[in-house]
């Protein structure tokens, strides 16, 4: 079979949450970071990112990540992660997926019960604990960059739902945080039509209203992201979140964005950063976060220091990964879809 370009992935999932990791096939990516290289790729190199989560390869909910070399020497490895709309920083459902490729495909050597590694992101470095058994990654536990809060119940005038409260927090993202109970929003999946319509309009407002800017990234903005929460309603859970992340520009008469499918590791830690923020979560309580489809991510918070003029917490993130596939991608110069396409029915 002719082709031009061909791309080998391992197909994944972390708790739901499909998180596509590419092992061979990616262009050389320049820079002195990963960060840098994420730079280089949404300039240059962008195709593949379109190519690999638009159709015909991709499809709205999925998630991509590239492996590639890290920058710092203290990295086993680094990888760059690719969405719908945007090349987020850090992603917890995505870390997970990466570490199961990494060590279950033998791209870095596993070692029983428990193997430690340190992964770089584009947002910085993260420390990696994974429970192993008989060749399996039963668990993995990551060290997140640290998370904090930008705004507490803020007042947001929404198009369509009125004023609304919201938080703004970092947790590798800047999530648009709002309360679904007061919303009368149910967090379930079989909801998912208005979960994605309210959050989006959330979205948009707080990303005129509010735009934040990281403090020790400027290149870092949003709020690119929402976070409807709710109390819990499953046994040992300690709240539930119903994350949705766009598809395309905003549109108001249709708004277009997809639930996160697992609990969301950055949307996790965002949360712990706003309840540590009000006095309600302290240092080394378990927070076990569920999302839309009732699985769940535990956080931990394990210190805290300063980021800019923000305090903010040191959280840990636990969950699990499948591989379910091994594909590889072809691409003939011949083929009209050179960046892969989207259609109006499912996409903006």
């Known amino acids: 079979m002719p082709a031009d370009h061909i791309l080998t992935a391992i197909e994944a999932h972390a708790e739901g949450e499909p998180g596509r990791v590419i092992v061979a096939g990616m262009p050389e990516l320049r820079g002195a970071s990963v960060f840098e290289k994420m730079q280089d790729m949404a300039q240059n190199h962008d ?39 945007e090349y987020p920083p850090m992603s917890g459902s995505n870390t997970i997926c990466v570490v199961t490729v990494l060590l279950e495909e ?20 993260i420390g990696v604990t994974a429970t192993c058994e ?37 947790g590798g993202m800047f999530y648009v945080l709002a309360d679904a109970d007061r919303l009368g929003v149910a967090l379930d999946a079989e909801n998912g039509a208005q979960i994605v319509a309210v959050s989006e309009a959330i979205r948009h407002a707080a990303r005129e209203a509010l735009p934040v800017v990281h403090p020790e990234n400027p290149a870092i903005t949003g709020p690119t992201i929402t976070n409807l929460y709710g109390a819990p309603t499953a046994p040992g859970t300690d709240g539930r979140g119903a994350i949705t992340l766009s598809t395309g520009a905003f549109n108001p008469a249709r708004p277009y964005g997809v639930l996160d499918r697992s609990p969301c590791g ?60 091994r594909s590889e991608y072809r691409l003939d110069k011949s083929d009209p879809f050179q960046t892969g396409f989207t259609i109006g029915d499912l996409w903006a």
């Open 47 to 85: 195709h593949l990112r379109t190519l690999m989560l638009q159709e015909p390869r991709g499809y709205p909910a999925l998630c991509c990540n590239a492996l590639v070399a890290p920058c710092d020497p203290r990295a086993d490895a680094g990888f760059i992660i690719m969405e719908q709309s």
């Open 106 to 125: 033998g791209l870095l050597p596993m070692v029983e019960p428990v193997t430690r590694l340190t992964l770089e992101t584009p947002a910085g470095l």
């Open 134 to 170: 008989a060749g399996k990654v039963t668990s993995v536990e990551f060290l997140n960059v640290p998370a904090f809060a930008v705004h507490l119940d803020a007042e947001l005038e929404v198009p369509g739902l009125g004023r609304v409260t919201v938080d703004i927090a970092w």
């Open 266 to 325: 950055t949307g996790t830690c965002a949360k712990m950063a706003v309840l540590h923020a009000r006095g309600q979560l302290g240092l080394d309580e378990a927070y076990v976060n569920a999302g839309p489809m009732g699985t769940t991510f535990t956080g931990r918070i394990t210190g805290t220091t300063q980021v800019g003029p923000y305090e903010a917490i040191i959280p840990t993130l636990r969950g699990q990964g499948w591989i379910y596939g």
